[in-house]
T-cell receptor, first 112, second 114 residues
Framework: GENVEQHPSTLSVQEGDSAVIKCTYS??????FPWYKQELGKGPQLIID?????GEKKDQRIAVTLNKTAKHFSLHITETQPEDSAVYFC???????????FGDGTTLTVKP | ETGVTQTPRHLVMGMTNKKSLKCEQH?????MYWYKQSAKKPLELMFV???????ENNSVPSRFSPECPNSSHLFLHLHTLQPEDSALYLC?????????????FGPGTRLTVT
């Protein structure tokens, strides 16, 4: 089955700096890669996703890049703000498979 | 209400109790999911329903019993649980099966088994 590894497990940055979280996956058939943000006391919320026919996707301060050959994808947050502090999860799945495999999560702390 | 709602938000139960978790989605989606989130572990998929039919049962012990009476509601019936079942139980929904469609999560039920 699919295996997703996520690094780092914790990340602390100063407000205004950039943050990068990386994930690798094992199943070359995976083609959908979402990223979720989970704040304390809440469920995960989708913040951005990418499909395997695209190499990069941006949404304001958030971007995701995908390297299919190397089987890794990354989340980039620029100009970080204290409200970006949360746990971030990556996931990988195949189209219509009905399930995603999640990474272990990264706790991001943005210091004001 | 909008999105995915879950009740109760917190539940404490003894090992001999029977309780149920409820999930409702207001998004018109056709697929619903139960996940278990334990501390320091990735999200674990438990069950997947598509058009009210179970399509995935991820080797979950029989003390967890799902029910999907219609495409908007999903239940997780609990009985004879163990302390290691204490976790955050998350419900999610998507328009179709994940991979083609985005998943939307509820806030979760924090379950403590004493």
């Amino acid at each position: 089955g699919e295996n997703v590894e996520q690094h780092p497990s914790t990340l602390s940055v100063q407000e205004g700096d950039s943050a990068v979280i990386k994930c690798t996956y094992s199943d070359s058939a995976s083609n959908y890669f979402p990223w979720y943000k989970q704040e304390l006391g809440k469920g995960p919320q989708l913040i951005i996703d990418i499909r395997s026919n695209v190499g990069e996707k941006k949404d304001q301060r958030i971007a995701v890049t995908l390297n299919k050959t190397a089987k890794h994808f990354s989340l980039h947050i620029t100009e970080t703000q204290p409200e970006d502090s949360a746990v971030y999860f990556c996931a990988a799945s195949k189209a219509n498979a009905g399930k995603s495999t999640f990474g272990d999560g990264t706790t991001l702390t943005v210091k004001p | 209400e909008t999105g995915v709602t879950q009740t109760p938000r917190h539940l404490v139960m003894g090992m001999t109790n029977k309780k149920s978790l409820k999930c409702e989605q207001h998004l018109g989606h056709n697929a619903m999911y139960w996940y278990k989130q334990s501390a320091k572990k990735p999200l674990e998929l438990m069950f997947v329903y598509s058009l009210e039919e179970r399509v995935e049962n991820n080797s979950v012990p029989s003390r967890f019993s799902p029910e999907c009476p219609n495409s908007s509601h999903l239940f997780l019936h609990l009985h004879t649980l163990q302390p290691e079942d204490s976790a955050l139980y998350l419900c999610a929904s998507s328009q179709g099966l994940v991979g083609l469609y985005e998943q939307y999560f509820g806030p979760g039920t924090r379950l403590t088994v004493t």
